[in-house]
């Protein structure tokens, strides 16, 4: 392998990706003489580079996956995982989730697996799709009464009882309701190209950052607390604790096999409603 092969990683700058890559940023495992190449960008860019092949490796929604498949392999680890819950709708006043028929909901990204699965719910809503960079911009459209509703992703599902918004309906307890299992809403994907051998290395690199990163929990997350990310509430300890509690965890570590189901299960289901072309066979890198 020669010494000096670059890899380019692509992320999104929310918690979760910044946790997972963290020991790959710092040079704290051994990364088999491979130089990364760090990229960060919102969760809809990331989709976007994906589909056109723009990085090596990317940390994508699991409902853009099949629009990739041709040139990407899924990563066994990286993945974000909502088991009973998951993004939340949220409204400024109550309203039920049949309300949201004909209304205008903010959306982090039309390619976003929330978006997917909000579809399923109710196929009806009218998106608008507001970027999760910056960070409080969906907050500001939604008080302004540019939309109904907002569909949060990333911290934002953490921070809206705060804020005094009323949830419509969190997409991840109702996909745990409708299927019985884990709603897949993160994947890892791996460039076909680079070949069997390399993807092997660069995948067990990535494992092993994931599991340095656990094993250093409390550590990383004073540093992500001190890294200015457009918004305080994202510097409190006790916020990053609980979102990495949902989103960093064991399913990140490795994915489960219920985890897999709930892929296959993903995209069986927006197959059906006509979300989803041609049937997908899943293929995973080692």
């Known amino acids: 392998m020669p010494p000096e092969r670059r890899i380019q990683l692509a992320y999104s700058a929310d918690a979760d990706d910044a946790f997972m890559f963290h020991a790959l940023r710092r040079h704290q495992v051994d990364t088999r003489g491979l130089t990364f190449e760090h990229r960060r960008g919102d969760t809809a860019e990331l989709n976007a580079l994906a589909a056109g092949g723009g990085a090596d490796v990317v940390a994508i929604s699991a409902g853009a996956y099949p629009a990739v498949a041709d040139r990407y392999l899924l990563l066994p680890h990286g993945a974000s995982v909502g088991r009973g819950f998951g993004p939340v709708v949220v409204s400024r006043t109550p309203i039920s989730v049949e309300a949201l028929a004909g209304r205008r ?140 509690a949902m989103y960093a965890n064991e399913d990140t570590r490795t994915v489960a096999l219920d985890v897999r189901r709930g892929i296959d299960e993903l995209f069986a289901r927006a197959r059906a409603e006509g979300l989803l072309g041609a049937p997908l066979v899943v293929e995973w890198a080692p």
Request: charged share 20%.
């Open 105 to 244: 909901v903010a959306v982090p990204g039309l390619t976003t697996t929330a978006y997917l699965v909000l579809r399923m719910i109710r196929p009806d809503v009218v998106p608008v799709v507001v970027p999760i960079v910056p960070f409080a911009r969906v907050f500001e459209v939604l008080d302004a009464g540019e939309v109904d509703a907002a569909l949060l992703i990333h911290e934002g599902r953490l921070l809206y009882e705060a804020r005094g918004y009323h949830p419509v309906v969190d997409v991840g307890q109702w996909w745990q309701e409708a299927t019985a299992l884990p709603l897949p809403l993160g994947v890892n994907v791996i460039r076909r190209a680079l070949g069997p051998d390399l993807v092997t290395t660069v995948s067990a690199v990535l494992r092993e950052a994931i599991a340095h990163a656990l094993a250093h929990r409390d550590e990383i997350i004073g540093e992500l607390a001190g890294e200015a990310r457009g918004e305080a509430a994202l510097a409190d300890r006790a916020l990053l604790d609980r979102y990495l």
